[in-house]
T-cell receptor, first 112, second 113 residues
Framework: AQSVTQPDIHITVSEGASLELRCNYSYGATPYLFWYVQSPGQGLQLLLKYFSGDTLVQGIKGFEAEFKRSQSSFNLRKPSVHWSDAAEYFCAVGAYGQNFVFGPGTRLSVLP | DVKVTQSSRYLVKRTGEKVFLECVQDMDHENMFWYRQDPGLGLRLIYFSYDVKMKEKGDIPEGYSVSREKKERFSLILESASTNQTSMYLC????????????FGSGTRLTVV
């Protein structure tokens, strides 16, 4: 069965600290991988996506993610977190002609 | 700027009412989707539509129906609202491949009392 897990429900980091959000997937087809961010009361905004090629992907707002096929992972990273990064983050897997599968989300809190 | 617009940000309805949630996209996308978002469960697909008057059930269609009479508009209908349908509802649209230009609306928070 296709599934996406995000092991951390809630993470708290201090402003300026580094961040890594974990994502693991189980998917039969060649997956396309996505990270979305949702600020409070808002819809989802695409941070970055991986289709093929370089396994380190750069996104908006200083985020990056690394695809590791051997570990079925697509972890999101940021070297220095800003208070405005506090939000919920969703990992998703898709394929051409297939519906997305979303993870349960990780809520990020940022301490001043 | 491309947009998916959901007509209401917040709705409060009574148990048993018929509820319509409206979504409009201005990108000429073939596909439109309705998701439900609950804490700890992520986004779950209710229904999607790949063309006018065409629809397919998602993972949790029970208690919901949809309508797509025009390409740009996709409505979610709760025939008889119940308290367990209190949730955040998100609409999205995409190109036909279901990958490209996947864009979400801002969501409608529905409370059924």
């Amino acid at each position: 069965a296709q599934s996406v897990t995000q092991p951390d429900i809630h993470i708290t980091v201090s402003e300026g600290a580094s961040l890594e959000l974990r994502c693991n997937y189980s998917y039969g087809a060649t997956p396309y991988l996505f990270w979305y961010v949702q600020s409070p009361g808002q819809g989802l905004q695409l941070l970055l996506k991986y289709f093929s090629g370089d396994t380190l992907v750069q996104g908006i707002k200083g985020f990056e993610a690394e695809f590791k096929r051997s570990q079925s992972s697509f972890n999101l990273r940021k070297p220095s977190v800003h208070w405005s990064d506090a939000a919920e983050y969703f990992c998703a897997v898709g394929a051409y002609g297939q519906n997305f599968v979303f993870g349960p989300g990780t809520r990020l809190s940022v301490l001043p | 700027d491309v947009k998916v617009t959901q007509s209401s940000r917040y709705l409060v309805k009574r148990t048993g009412e018929k509820v319509f949630l409206e979504c409009v996209q201005d990108m000429d996308h073939e596909n439109m989707f309705w998701y439900r978002q609950d804490p700890g469960l992520g986004l779950r697909l209710i229904y999607f539509s790949y063309d006018v008057k065409m629809k397919e059930k998602g993972d949790i269609p029970e208690g919901y129906s949809v309508s797509r009479e025009k390409k740009e508009r996709f409505s979610l209908i709760l025939e008889s609202a119940s308290t367990n349908q209190t949730s955040m509802y998100l609409c999205a649209s995409s190109y036909r491949d279901r990958i490209s230009r996947y864009t979400f609306g801002s969501g409608t928070r529905l409370t059924v009392v």
